[in-house]
């Protein structure tokens, strides 16, 4: 594709556009589950539309978060890769939608240790065409009953891991917590994914999604270990595991040279 100024432009308001969005759902879905005005949410202040837009304080002066502006950044260099190199089986609107529940998925995920109903709900049935679309019928089904399975395994291995937890804590007096290592929207999730992806891929998404999430979990024990933070319980803590298979699917979906280099065959 030939990039002239033109589709820069396109690419750029695309992107902040979807940005724009990402943001949006992430500060709404989670409190309301619905297309809501968004509100500060250390005051609880209504935020005005043009406020909102530009990521001004709210009127009671609390500065909006860094995310915003992270994300934003993120989703615009995504959307002018994509016009770039889009994939040669879902195209650049598609691959931009996609890029779109990526980014509230992951961001809901992490900030709230929620995968929502609804994105769910959009995910399965875009997730079910872009397969279609790019694997056909049978790769796309078979990919999303081997994610639910796999991750159904998962889900009661992390269950059985939440009672030793909770025993562990009684033990020492400690109050507790409803905290789970994977939640049921995790195995939903991995599903979308499986869809999306399609059979074998949803292997390499699932392996290297746990792979980055111990390395990331690994560096964050040595950070404590080194601030004089680490405690009893610090291996005992539960991550989001969400948002490294969202990475991990990404890599797979918009840079197909990473399951060549590290996927053996």
């Given at each position: 594709?030939?990039?002239?100024?033109?589709?820069?432009?396109?690419?750029?308001?695309f992107?902040?556009?979807?940005?724009?969005?990402?943001?949006?759902?992430?500060?709404?879905?989670?409190?309301?589950?619905?297309?809501?005005?968004?509100?500060?949410?250390?005051?609880?202040?209504?935020?005005?539309?043009?406020?909102?837009?530009?990521?001004?304080?709210?009127?009671?002066?609390?500065?909006?978060?860094?995310?915003?502006?992270?994300?934003?950044?993120?989703?615009?260099?995504?959307?002018?890769?994509?016009?770039?190199?889009?994939?040669?089986?879902?195209?650049?609107?598609?691959?931009?939608?996609?890029?779109?529940?990526?980014?509230?998925?992951?961001?809901?995920?992490?900030?709230?240790?929620?995968?929502?109903?609804?994105?769910?709900?959009f995910?399965?049935?875009?997730?079910?065409?872009?397969?279609?679309?790019?694997?056909?019928?049978?790769?796309?089904?078979?990919?999303?009953?081997?994610?639910?399975?796999?991750?159904?395994?998962?889900?009661?291995?992390?269950?059985?891991?939440?009672?030793?937890?909770?025993?562990?804590?009684?033990?020492?007096?400690?109050?507790?917590?409803?905290?789970?290592?994977?939640?049921?929207?995790?195995?939903?999730?991995v599903?979308?994914?499986?869809?999306?992806?399609?059979?074998?891929?949803?292997?390499?998404?699932?392996?290297?999604?746990?792979?980055?999430?111990?390395?990331?979990?690994?560096?964050?024990?040595?950070?404590?270990?080194?601030?004089g933070?680490?405690?009893?319980?610090?291996?005992?803590?539960f991550?989001?595991?969400?948002?490294?298979?969202?990475?991990?699917?990404?890599?797979?979906?918009?840079?197909p040279?990473?399951?060549?280099?590290?996927?053996?065959g």
């Amino acid at each position: 594709m030939n990039f002239m100024p033109t589709n820069l432009v396109i690419s750029i308001i695309f992107g902040l556009g979807a940005g724009w969005l990402v943001n949006y759902l992430a500060d709404v879905l989670p409190y309301t589950r619905r297309f809501s005005r968004p509100i500060c949410q250390l005051c609880g202040a209504s935020f005005g539309l043009w406020d909102y837009l530009l990521f001004r304080s709210c009127k009671n002066g609390h500065r909006r978060k860094l995310r915003l502006w992270i994300v934003q950044i993120v989703i615009l260099a995504a959307s002018i890769y994509t016009w770039l190199q889009p994939s040669s089986k879902i195209g650049y609107f598609p691959g931009l939608v996609l890029i779109v529940y990526f980014g509230v998925v992951f961001v809901i995920d992490m900030e709230h240790r929620l995968i929502l109903h609804p994105t769910s709900i959009f995910g399965a049935v875009f997730g079910a065409v872009i397969g279609i679309v790019a694997h056909g019928i049978g790769p796309t089904l078979l990919g999303g009953l081997g994610g639910f399975l796999i991750m159904m395994a998962f889900y009661y291995l992390g269950v059985l891991f939440a009672r030793i937890r909770a025993r562990r804590m009684l033990a020492q007096g400690q109050e507790v917590d409803d905290e789970e290592a994977l939640g049921s929207g995790d195995v939903i999730l991995v599903t979308v994914l499986g869809l999306i992806l399609g059979w074998p891929l949803i292997w390499v998404c699932l392996l290297y999604g746990i792979l980055l999430g111990g390395l990331v979990s690994l560096f964050i024990v040595l950070w404590l270990i080194f601030s004089g933070r680490y405690g009893a319980n610090a291996l005992m803590t539960f991550i989001p595991y969400g948002p490294y298979f969202i990475v991990t699917a990404a890599m797979i979906v918009y840079f197909p040279q990473f399951v060549r280099i590290f996927t053996p065959g």
